[in-house]
């Protein structure tokens, strides 16, 4: 199928000594077209006829097809690809049964272009044929062809490299760490894929020092590396932003909008124009921040504080945050309007502790940013080394602030120890360090903790034993990205001996026990 030349298959006066693609289509011995689709208009029916009769006599066995489709300006990208798009939606394929190919050599640019897309989006599931006139072409001939498959999958080369450059793009992600989790790097995988091809609003959750950030930074130079963005990335934490502030912050302010502006403010959203601005703890804004939020997100305009003039900004958002939104919806405290426009790509980072595979590559990682930063390099003996992983890998270590208790760890080891060569009394004395940190953070007592979800009057009738097991759960629960790797965590001694065969329930049960669930837990 395609488009009748009205120039070149014109052939003027002299028709069989000029060469003409749509005759010269099928006068290939080796190539044989059963039937031609030729797309003309009106004002091309007396050529079209011309063309049809020759074809015959060139190719009896082809039957040509006649297809009107009348445009205004056929050079119109937008009505060129809506007209093609619909002759495409009512062409019953049957690929079954025949082999389609478009033939881009006539037609103005902008069809070619059409086929193109078309066909690479699978509404037209044809190849492409390109024809090649004779180098004397003015004398008429068949000239040459060429068919390309736009599956580029089917193209060894081609599909090499792209999964080469999918690999260097999900590395990038991680920032070059070669982690070993499979979870993670699954989650990492399908990040690269949507920053290739979406525009829409990403959730980053998981706890604090979990990398968020880093990641949403990663992302946006990832996308700015493929040419999707071209503006700044805007950073904030929300829960810095109160009130006033939080408005004026965001959305910019008017001059004299309130005591102390003394002038026009644009805000961070408008800085963020054309490129990605990135809400760190988004459920920390406030109800009114958020109906403002939502409004940007969907129609690209907000309103700045004190002004009656809207402003306009196009950015892509990635929000993040440490809890569960759900349950902030359930109190009123998020607007599920906006967690439904945010929940489109959502993606959980898991815990260090979750993720204790991991923990060596990041050491070595945090041991590199510590040379970059410092000027200077700092190794581990053997011994030294492999007591810290040990530690770091047991359940001993907590890593309350994940990757942030990590790279301080790192830090402090590679300043005391001596010519910069870490020592297992440097790690001994680190451990030390660490757990008591850990422990100075869970040393308040059961009920401190508990009363975040008991009144006083429920809790006295609770026994001190049930309390202080209790806490103790409730401390693993917050600590842990999931139900699993709570009970994982919790039953380890009762897995190992094969006596717990499915610890999140045996969990959920117990929280159940004192109608509480881990999603409340965590959350708080």
Same mark, same amino acid.
């Given at each position: ?33 059963? !039937? ?44 060129? /690809? ?40 699978? /509404? ?210 998020? !607007? ?141 629960? !917050? ?32 929280? +159940? !026990? ?8 965590? +959350?708080?």
């Amino acid at each position: 199928m395609g488009f009748l030349g009205t120039t070149m298959d014109a052939g003027k006066d002299n028709r069989w000594e000029r060469w003409r693609p749509t005759v010269a289509l099928c006068q290939h011995e080796d190539f044989l077209v059963n !039937r031609l689709e030729l797309i003309h208009d009106n004002h091309a029916a007396a050529l079209a006829e011309r063309v049809t009769r020759d074809i015959a006599q060139v190719s009896p066995e082809t039957k040509v097809e006649r297809r009107i489709l009348n445009l205004t300006d056929p050079w119109d990208f937008q009505e060129v /690809y809506g007209a093609m798009r619909d002759f495409a939606d009512a062409y019953s394929f049957d690929t079954e049964k025949e082999d389609y190919l478009v033939n881009i050599t006539t037609g103005t640019h902008v069809a070619q272009i059409c086929w193109f897309l078309l066909v690479e989006a699978h /509404y037209v599931p044809a190849k492409i044929l390109q024809l090649t006139p004779p180098k004397r072409w003015r004398e008429g001939g068949a000239g040459t062809y060429g068919v390309i498959d736009l599956d580029l999958a089917r193209y060894d080369k081609i599909a090499t490299r792209f999964a080469a450059e999918k690999a260097q793009a999900t590395s990038f992600l991680k920032s070059g760490i070669a982690t070993r989790n499979e979870a993670f790097n699954r989650m990492i995988e399908r990040i690269e894929q949507v920053a290739a091809l979406s525009k829409a609003p990403l959730l980053l959750m998981g706890p604090t020092g979990a990398g968020k950030s880093q990641l949403a930074s990663r992302i946006y130079e990832l996308k700015k590396m493929r040419h999707r963005l071209k503006g700044p990335f805007v950073e904030v934490n929300c829960a810095t932003l109160r009130g006033d502030g939080a408005m004026s912050a965001l959305f910019g302010h008017a001059k004299g909008a309130f005591t102390g502006a003394l002038a026009e403010r644009p805000g961070l959203l408008r800085k963020a124009d054309g490129g990605m601005l990135f809400l760190d703890e988004i459920g920390e804004l406030g109800l009114d921040e958020q109906a403002v939020i939502l409004r940007a997100i969907e129609e690209k305009r907000f309103l700045p504080l004190g002004s009656d003039k809207e402003t306009m900004s196009d950015f892509q958002l990635i929000a993040g945050t440490n809890r569960d939104l759900s349950v902030d919806v359930a109190k009123g405290k998020f !607007r599920e309007d906006l967690l439904a426009r945010l929940d489109l790509w959502t993606f959980e980072l898991p815990a260090l502790k979750d993720r204790r595979e991991d923990i060596e590559p990041n050491l070595d990682f945090e041991l590199v940013r510590f040379a970059e930063r410092e000027g200077v390099r700092a190794t581990f003996n053997r011994e030294a080394r492999e007591r810290y992983l040990a530690f770091a890998r047991s359940d001993r270590a907590s890593w309350r602030a994940n990757f942030r208790d990590l790279g301080a760890s790192v830090t402090r080891m590679a300043t005391l120890a001596p010519a910069r060569r870490i020592t297992e009394e440097i790690v001994v004395e680190e451990i030390a360090r660490l757990e008591k940190s850990w422990s100075r953070g869970g040393a308040e007592g059961p009920d401190t903790l508990l009363r975040d979800f008991f009144s006083e009057e429920a809790l006295a009738e609770i026994d001190l034993f049930d309390r202080v097991q209790l806490a103790a759960v409730a401390q693993v629960c !917050r600590a842990h990205s999931s139900l699993s790797a709570a009970g994982r965590a919790l039953f380890s001694a009762s897995r190992a001996q094969r006596s717990s065969v499915n610890d999140a329930d045996r969990l959920r049960k117990y929280l +159940a !026990r004192f109608e509480l669930d881990w999603k409340v837990i965590s +959350a708080r």
